[in-house]
């Protein structure tokens, strides 16, 4: 479907792409340190199922429809960034937070899980990068270009996974040192939501979709 040289050349471009931190690995890394390594792997597969969502969308052209219109663009991003900024109040002042952490229960992994999802499918960027990257490495001359952008989707989020599942391993790690210090746990949920809230921050402020509706 897709000749061996161009999806070389595509899985170089994309490592390149996913080895650069973004807010889902700083997503990702905070869920880890936060909560320890499981939490932040359970993190990897919630944010790359958001990943197949927007492939599929792109694929079906959903997510060009949904660019087109600048009040729908604005809508799903606020909506990512008011929930961002929720999880973030939302560990800054519940007891339950810590509580959470120390459990590890599979309630908590699935919370975790539905939040990678949820964090990932209201971020309209990753619609619009999906439509702006995936076709560059479509070749017309094989057909089936739908076929071959869900193909190179899907390969993306392949990718995203191993790379993000390193980054939860190291901040996992690591998290399982700093949760030693006695400071460290007392302060941890306020970093872990503040990290939150900034991310919602930056997500509402991006820059404005100038297409109009």
């Known amino acids: 479907m897709i000749a061996l040289d161009r999806l070389a ?3 170089v471009a994309a490592l390149a792409l996913l080895l650069v931190p973004g807010p889902a690995v700083l997503y990702v890394v905070t869920r880890s ?3 320890g390594r499981r ?3 359970v993190s990897v597969l919630g944010i790359h199922l958001g990943t ?3 492939v599929t ?4 052209g959903l997510s060009a429809l949904i660019l087109s219109s600048a009040t729908a663009f604005t809508a799903v991003k606020l909506a990512g960034a008011a929930y961002l900024i929720g999880l973030g109040l939302w560990t800054l002042v519940s007891r339950n937070a810590d509580t959470d952490v120390a459990l590890g229960g599979e309630r908590t992994l699935r919370r ?3 939040q990678g999802v949820i964090v990932n499918v209201l971020n309209p960027k990753t619609a619009l990068f999906f439509l702006a990257f995936l076709p560059q490495f479509v070749d017309p001359s094989r057909g089936h270009a739908t076929l071959q952008i869900a193909f190179l989707g899907w390969t993306f989020a392949v990718l995203g996974m191993i790379t993000d599942s390193i980054w939860a391993i ?5 998290g399982d040192v700093l949760r030693r210090s006695r400071r460290f746990a007392l302060g941890q949920r306020y970093v872990s939501g503040s990290v939150f809230v900034g991310l919602g921050v930056v997500t509402a402020l991006a ?3 100038h297409s109009s509706d």
């Open 9 to 11: 050349l595509f899985a």
């Open 39 to 41: 939490a932040g792997l």
């Open 33 to 35: 340190i936060h909560q």
């Open 207 to 209: 820059g404005a979709h």
């Open 170 to 174: 190291a901040a996992g790690a690591a």
């Open 57 to 60: 969308a792109a694929t079906a």
């Open 52 to 54: 197949l969502v927007h």
């Open 112 to 114: 975790t899980f539905t």
